[in-house]
């Protein structure tokens, strides 16, 4: 089925210039050995487990739920749904997916199927490297992100295996408490995938998405580099 398909890659590049969550330490490199001093090359390098594109187990927020290195690998290979709602959003960073839209998209694309991963496309992505636009202000959180009563049916309704987007979290900056987080998907045993790009380029559906996740023990997330493939 999926011999020729096309593979776009949703992974924005990990260095030490890019955008985190504020307050979050970014990742640091150490070269300790040079091919021309030891005949090979290789960097000690430390990160936070939530860098960059990556990934969040359910026991980010809910304690006691499955760590990364505990997620079935055939939940990380999922078909995609992806919701667009970046003409809508334009520059407004409060905005948040309705549960009127996802009803709007099934009307168009037909009925979301179980089990997808469900990638909301914000078009916060265009701004990823401006920490000021992509993040907000130090201490104002502002970006994009799921409502509550659209998440909730995707979960409760849809059964979705996990949520994504192109913005540094699925709840909006704005939701201080993190509604979706800690009250629908991970209590849900939903992972998500955060900071994603490149979702312009996926169809509403028929692609699927591929999450190559670091199976940290005991880890509550990791970067992730995220595939979307194209039949």
């Known amino acids: 089925m999926l011999s020729g398909a096309k593979v776009i890659d949703l992974t924005i590049p990990l260095g030490s210039a890019i955008v985190m969550w504020p307050g979050a330490p970014a990742p640091e490199a150490e070269t300790l050995v040079t091919v021309q001093h030891d005949g090979y ?130 709840d909006p900056g704005i939701a201080v408490d993190f509604p979706v987080h800690s009250q629908i998907s991970h209590p849900a045993g939903l992972w998500h995938l955060e900071n994603l790009q490149n979702l312009k380029s996926l169809p509403a559906l028929g692609a699927w998405v591929v999450v190559g996740v670091l199976p940290l023990v005991g880890g509550s997330g990791s970067p992730a580099r995220v595939l979307a493939l194209i039949p």
């Not at 980010?60 to 667009?84: K, Y």
């Not at 709602?85 to 709007?104: C, H, K, P, W, Y």
């Open 41 to 170: 090359f290789a960097r000690r390098v430390s990160f936070f487990e939530h860098t960059g594109t990556h990934f969040d187990a359910p026991c980010h927020f809910i304690e006691g739920r499955a760590s990364v290195d505990q997620i079935p690998a055939q939940s990380l290979v999922r078909p995609a749904v992806v919701i667009d709602i970046s003409a809508r959003v334009g520059s407004d960073a409060d905005a948040v997916l309705t549960l009127e839209e996802v009803r709007e998209f099934e009307k168009a694309h037909g009925r979301i199927p179980d089990g997808a991963a469900i990638l909301l496309r914000t078009g916060w992505e265009e701004f990823n490297t401006d920490e000021l636009r992509y993040a907000g202000a130090p201490g104002d959180l502002r970006f994009p992100g799921f409502g509550v009563e659209a998440a909730k049916f995707l979960v409760e309704e849809r059964k979705a295996a996990g949520l994504g987007t192109d913005t540094l979290g699925i």
